[in-house]
Structures are given as C-alpha cells and as structure tokens.
C-alpha cells in the first residue's frame, strides 16, 4: 500500500512503443513503500505511512488507536476488512499487523489479476488524511500502442479484422486509459489545424494562421491525407454482422458485450473502474497538471507514428492520465464492493484478451452460418 507517492518524470522516447506485459509480481502490485503511482514529477508532499513498530495488536473489527504511533487510516480500515475475513484471536507486533493487512490484502489483489497479460496493472491504497476516507486507485503501467494481435497481423479476412477492432474500440474506454483514432484526429486537429477538420478548413488555417506558403501544402499534412493511412481492418464500415462471423469468433464477440455491460452496470460510488476528475485532483494535488492523454492507444504506429509521437509530447515529459479508477472506501464494505468490481473489470479485460489472442487459422476452419 502506498501513502506517499514520489513521482518521478519519464524520459522522451522517439517513438511511442507497444503495450507490454511482465511478470505477475510486478503487473499487479500493491506498493508498500514510497512508489512512482502516477509517472510524473513529485508536486508536493504526501503523509507517510506511521511507524507501526512493537506493542502488541489484535486485527479486529476495532483496531486500537491509543498507541504512541498507532495504525493510518487505511490499514485500520483495511484491517477491518482483514478481520471480517479472518476472526482469528492471534496477537500481533505493530508491525506484524500491518505486514498481515498488507498480505492478505496484496494476495485478494494478485489473484483477482492473475490470469490477466492484456495490460499491467497496479493498485495503490491511498491514506487520503484530511481529503476524505481512504482511496483505491488503479493505475494502467502499460504504455504505447495495445498489441492488436492477430488483427493487425494475419492475413485473417479484412471483415473479420473490422469487426473485431470495431468492438474493441467501442468498449475498451471502459476499463483503461486508452484513446482511439478518433481522438488521435481531434487532438491532431487542434495540433495541426487549429481545431478545422476538413481540408478546406485545414489549408486556411495553415496559411493564415501557421504562415504556410500556399504553393508547399503538398508537404503537410491534411484530414484526409491522415485518413487515407487508415489500414482497411481500422475502418468499421469493412465489418460483417455477427451471424456472418465464425462460429469461435462470434463467441468471442457475445462474451465482450456480455462483460461489458456488467462493467457498465457498475454503480460509480464503489467501481474500481472509474473516477470522478475533481475527486482524483483532491487525492493527488497537482496531477492536473499532467497530460490529458492516456498511455495507451489502439492506433496502430506503423501508419500514424508521428501525429502519436506529436499528441504523446507532453505525456512524455509530463506524465500521461493512467488512472483507471479511484474509489473512496469510507467503510470496510466497501473494500468488498469494490474487489466485487474489480473482479467484473477483470472479466471484462480477460474477454478483451481472449478476442486478441484467437488463432485466425482455426477461425478460419470453423463453421460460419450463410
């Protein structure tokens, strides 16, 4: 669990690179030392945890106080949860109480992430002092553009490319970080084009406003120059209905919806998969100050590498939004609401995955209806 961030800047890369997955213990950590949560230069301080040291604590539903350095707010409250699961009369050292919360709270964590290699992963606790109760937040670690597996990469029909990237653009937002094309040309717009997004409007904003020489415009950019790059599997229109797909392919498809609208029925008070923006400034003062951007991206940097690299510039130097929820514990249930969600986030993203990883050649050999 961490209480005090320390937020160290990135360094600028030439390109954007993949998503990239690692081992479990470090795709899904709960830091129990001062940690880089948001990828960014520190802005100010925050509480450290308390010494926990000697004396003796029993974990229970009411963890005693009345302690030279006693127990932060969020191991008293996550012990409360420890101690509904786990009645036992064992005595413990100050320090032993919190290495036992930790662990048992590090463990729920682990193995509710366990099967999951799409993205990496952290939860951080926060001790939230006088913002409010303690917070949960889940932090995407991965950074670069989402690897599109057999999508992007084989020779599979182009119908079945678009569909399958289809779905995983419309539904992926939900649960990570991560822009889409179409929020590549809108920042690209404003970046190159000062917010015009055809190109009549493209070329009166490059002359008159960027001081282009009329005769040089074949050299930049414009809207429809950009769109042109679109690979045919990104272009939705090339997808085919469901009932046209294999039949592994179709399964695939109902299994995200389905997980997907679990996730949407969330209700937002105790989701490990969303946050509320002015909640997260108060819990991290000055991570405003950070990119908009998110670090991950379902555009393919073969064909759009430097309008990524021109968007991702400030990322780069600032740090990219990777918050993927933060959620106020205010009680001990809350903590079991909020594995509840994290487990039908997981869900959702094991779905997303499994579509990723299908073998076109077996898609290839399974009935498909007429």
Request: aromatic content about 8%; overall charge negative; glycine content about 6%.
């Amino acid at each position: 669990m961490a209480t005090q961030p320390v937020l160290p800047s990135l360094p600028a890369a030439d390109r954007p690179r993949r998503s990239t997955s690692r081992s479990r213990s470090t795709r899904a950590r709960i830091e129990t030392k001062p940690s880089n949560l948001f990828n960014r230069p520190p802005v100010c301080g925050f509480p450290r945890s308390a010494d926990l040291a000697g004396r003796s604590v029993r974990i229970a539903p009411e963890i005693p106080t009345a302690f030279d350095q006693p127990l932060s707010a969020h191991h008293k409250l996550i012990g409360r949860w420890v101690a509904s699961r786990d009645r036992s009369p064992i005595l413990y050292t100050r320090g032993d109480a919190r290495r036992h919360i930790e662990t048992t709270f590090n463990r729920a964590v682990l193995d509710a992430l366990e099967p999951l290699t799409l993205v990496d992963l952290r939860i951080v606790v926060l001790n939230g002092e006088e913002v409010g109760p303690p917070a949960v937040a889940t932090i995407c670690e991965s950074m670069g553009q989402l690897d599109l597996g057999w999508i992007e990469s084989s020779d599979a029909p182009i119908s079945w490319r678009a569909a399958a990237y289809a779905a995983l653009e419309q539904t992926l937002g939900s649960a990570l970080p991560i822009f889409n094309y179409q929020d590549l040309f809108d920042e690209i717009s404003i970046y190159y084009w000062d917010g015009e997004t055809d190109d009549e409007g493209a070329r009166e904003s490059l002359i008159h406003y960027q001081g282009a020489d009329p005769d040089d415009l074949d050299e930049h950019t414009l809207p429809s120059t950009m769109n042109a790059r679109k690979p045919e599997w990104m272009v939705a229109a090339n997808s085919v209905p469901l009932a046209q797909l294999p039949n592994s392919l179709r399964r695939a498809f109902r299994r995200l919806r389905q997980t997907h609208d679990a996730l949407r029925r969330l209700p937002q008070d105790r989701n490990a998969w969303h946050f509320n923006s002015e909640t997260l400034y108060e819990y991290v003062p000055g991570l405003e100050e950070c990119s908009a951007l998110p670090p991950l991206t379902l555009v393919p940097v073969e064909f759009f590498a430097a309008e990524v690299d021109d968007v991702g510039r400030h990322g780069m130097e600032y740090g990219f939004m990777d918050v993927a929820g933060l959620c106020p514990l205010p009680d001990a249930d809350a903590i079991t609401d909020w594995f509840a969600a994290l487990e039908v986030g997981t869900q959702f993203l094991l779905a997303a995955q499994h579509l990723i990883e299908l073998n076109p050649d077996k898609l290839r050999g399974s009935h498909v209806r007429p």
